[in-house]
């Protein structure tokens, strides 16, 4: 589905942290969303999936804006996976993943609610962990099956805040690779990123936030030295190869 941010501000408690943000996504793009720490994109991220109330402005999904949806409605229609701190749950790992079906149940699971469960677990190789406390698993493991538990939603749209932040770098391909993989099946991926380099490589579109603003948009592009250098106050060297972009750092701009 396509997803619209349309002049959207938001504050926390007066203080302005997105101001006037605008971009349109469409079905199975991949979005990476970059920016220095503090620029806004989780806030943005919230934004989206309506846990934040914009103070103006309002974000659509196709046509429709999302505080028009019931709790429910919406989250048939779009998930999140957040931040992997403070992770904490008293439940097995296929009960976590069971709750993403929450929005498409009355009283009780069904069949069907189950072998969806079923379904994830195994197409995500979860499987072993089904009956394992989630608290005892490894970071990598637990984003897994915060992912899991998104999909049993069966949205169209996935938000996930830095996903890969604390994986090691086979896992952070997996996921990088399932998130492709959803895309390329229509789902619109939506991740806030730091690894500019992964941003360069996965991403079919990407969105650069500074200071609450939309410092650029567009497809892979914008991934130019005068623009991460911009976006960071860094130095960086540029190496391509084989049609592939590498950003390497090469220090701080000395006029910050
Ligand atoms: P990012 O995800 O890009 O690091 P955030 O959206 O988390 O940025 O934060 C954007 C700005 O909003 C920062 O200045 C941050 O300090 C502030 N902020 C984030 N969450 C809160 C909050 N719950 N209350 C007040 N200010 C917040
Ligand atoms: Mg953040």
Not at 87 to 101: C, E, H, S
Request: hydrophobic share 40%.
């Amino acid at each position: 589905m396509k997803i619209t941010i349309q002049d959207v501000e938001f504050s926390y408690n007066g203080f302005p942290v997105l101001k006037n943000v605008n971009n349109k996504f469409e079905k199975g793009d991949l979005v990476a969303l970059v920016g220095p720490n503090g620029s806004g994109k989780s806030t943005l991220i919230k934004c989206m999936n309506g846990i934040l109330k914009v103070r103006k402005g309002t974000v659509l999904i196709d046509d429709r804006s999302i505080s028009s949806f019931s709790p429910n409605e919406l989250a048939r229609e779009m998930a999140y996976v957040p931040q992997s701190e403070n992770r904490k749950a008293v439940l097995n790992v296929f009960d976590i993943v069971l709750l993403g079906r929450k929005p498409y149940i009355n009283w009780k699971p069904t069949e069907q609610d189950l072998r969806i469960t079923s379904d994830i677990l195994n197409s995500l190789n979860l499987d072993h962990l089904a009956m394992r406390d989630f608290n005892k698993l490894s970071g990598g493991q637990q984003q897994s099956v915060y992912i899991a538990r998104a999909l049993a939603q069966e949205p169209d749209i996935l938000l996930l805040d830095e996903p890969i932040a604390n994986l090691d770098i086979r896992h952070q391909i997996e996921v990088l690779d399932l998130l492709k993989s959803l895309s390329q099946k229509g789902i619109t991926v939506i991740i806030a990123l730091h690894d500019i380099n992964m941003a360069a490589r996965y991403a079919s579109k990407i969105m650069m936030l500074r200071d609450g603003k939309v410092f650029a948009g567009g497809g892979r592009e914008i991934i130019t030295k005068e623009n991460i250098e911009n976006l960071y106050d860094i130095k960086v060297k540029i190496i391509e190869n084989n049609g592939h972009t590498f950003i390497i750092p090469d220090g701080l701009q000395k006029h910050h």
